[in-house]
């Protein structure tokens, strides 16, 4: 009897426990049911995407990657924020030659730093590799490491681009960062692998992309340990190229950083085909994809697809095209391929 | 009643509840008041450790660091491995250049391969630095990462040192791998920070020291993106330093790879001064702990403590000892603060 009331005694807690429980559960459920990529479309891009991660992640898998050893990584411009009509590194550095003119009148009758004073955008597009570099030392180098930082942070704060008017931290593709977001809530460590300065993207990196100033490899000046005014060790940025993270440059520089070939690798131009090869050469499962910019309503539209114009900018030739078809890559349309491209942009 | 009752026939419930939590919270109490150091002496230099772990890991603590930014380093060679009498990849370099002397009939009569492969020692101590970069190019370069990482794979597998007889894998200070764990359970992210080979300590880091190849940060080639017989990326490792990963290039380095000064830095000579110099120039809390051999019992003796020769190999030179002196770096004696040096001695 005794035992008997003990269980009904237990049937209210039972009941309310069990309620709680299909709560939770069916919370659970719709959690794992809902969609970490809404900002896709259906299709094979989309699809790959999630391929991969059961390929990699699924202990059942034949190509299972241990947790610690799995890495995607994104090249920046043109794959995870707009490169058109210019780098935006590029438009802080020609912003930095007008800020810094004061300083230097010597400027206002040298090339190149004339026609950037002037903004004479005809000579600008026609600055030389040598005059590019002439306008990298003169606003990148010969500070510490925490002057440049704060100068960027600071241009960045204040910098908007010509089309949409907003900051350029604010034109991301939100797609791309749903992907991050997905790839890391499956223990993946993602990486932004970009011919930019390392030093220019980490100073936002981890607001924007949630990605840790650790995790950030792009081309880099060799710094200078010295010594301040205290005696303290600092690091100075001589005019010295240490990494130029382009081309064969992604390859080299992801195994210096990483010590293996990533899983995954998302670029959008010439200089992202040797990532990607690299990553297919990898063992077991891989997804390598690259953007197509081909949505000129929404962004901008330039690469070897049928009907746009030829690539100025982040060179997707049509021998790069080519080759994704031949080595079966996946190839993203913006139109196509992405339901919605910014945050902002409904 | 019956509610008395259903308190009553809950009693038995709760009771074996009541006993099972107190035995879940005692074993949690004894897990969390249990020694995460057991082979360290009580003493300034294990406390230091603990105390930079509360400082920085308490959120209440002033000097509080979020878990994305914790980062500790530690040289190799002297702090967490032995380095005597000859730096283990030293004795690889040495002994690949006897293996591969069949393959070089000219090294017979060329120096410096003529005395290694005579294992002429007393040369051997005498060889210029210049020799030594000969042997390196003849043994670590010309090979794809791939085929260096198996040599070095390899040779570990079956090479002994002198005199232990034992791996070389097996010549590590246990205390240092309870502070990497104490360390890495506390959040922390810890790196080796080696003048060695990055590639070489990549073979092994990961089972040894729990430090997987990304968080491996040493000298190393400027590796060549190039392609196989299959048409596939490979890198390949020519004959070209690109990181030479001592003294300054420490400070430089770790700043290249994970963009920020770590809270604390681990090393043993000269080689390391600048990254702990660097370490203790970043904000808030950290530690500079460096390694002095003064065990000719369990290890080795050598430094410029009282009593003990001069450095002949990982120069602990007075200067460096004046300097932690002078900025409160933790000097720890092998002898008092280690209870234990290797796990297998005890």
């Given at each position: ?42 299709g ?42 210019m ?17 230097h ?42 002057a ?35 790839l890391?809530?499956?223990g993946?460590?993602?990486y ?22 650790d ?37 080299e ?17 010439t ?57 079966d ?18």
């Amino acid at each position: 009897m005794k035992k008997r009331l003990g269980m009904n005694c237990n049937y209210n807690a039972v009941a309310t426990r069990l309620a709680l429980f299909a709560i939770l559960l069916s919370a659970f459920l719709m959690q794992a049911q809902s969609d970490p990529l809404p900002a896709w479309n259906d299709g094979p891009a989309k699809q790959a995407i999630v391929n991969l991660v059961r390929a990699t992640t699924d202990p059942s898998s034949p190509t299972f990657v241990p947790i610690d050893r799995r890495f995607a990584t994104f090249d920046q411009d043109g794959t995870t924020w707009v490169e058109h009509p210019m780098y935006t590194q590029m438009v802080f550095a020609f912003d930095r030659v007008v800020q810094l003119a004061p300083q230097h009148p010597e400027w206002k009758t040298t090339e190149p730093f004339k026609s950037v004073i002037a903004g004479d955008k005809a000579a600008m597009a026609k600055l030389t590799a040598k005059d590019l570099e002439a306008v990298f030392v003169a606003t990148h180098t010969g500070m510490s490491v925490e002057a440049f930082q704060q100068m960027a942070q600071d241009w960045l704060a204040t910098a908007k681009d010509p089309r949409w008017h907003r900051p350029y931290t604010e034109l991301i593709y939100e797609p791309m960062l749903e992907v991050m977001k997905y790839l890391r809530a499956n223990g993946y460590k993602t990486y932004i692998v970009t011919g930019g300065g390392q030093d220019f993207v980490r100073t936002y990196s981890e607001p924007v992309y949630g990605v840790a100033p650790d995790k950030v490899i792009g081309s880099a000046v060799a710094t200078q340990y010295s010594y301040n005014a205290d005696g303290q060790g600092i690091l100075m940025r001589p005019p010295k190229l240490l990494l130029d993270n382009n081309f064969s440059g992604k390859p080299e520089d992801i195994y210096l950083f990483i010590g293996q070939h990533p899983q995954a690798a998302f670029g959008n131009s010439t200089g992202d085909q040797q990532m990607l090869e690299y990553t297919q050469a990898g063992p077991g499962a891989h997804l390598m994809m690259i953007v197509l910019h081909d949505d000129a309503q929404r962004e901008y539209a330039y690469g070897p697809a049928d009907g746009l114009p030829p690539s100025e900018i982040g060179t997707f030739t049509q021998a790069l095209y080519d080759e994704a078809k031949a080595k079966d890559w996946t190839v993203i349309s913006m139109k196509h391929d992405w339901k919605q491209i910014f945050s902002w942009q409904k």
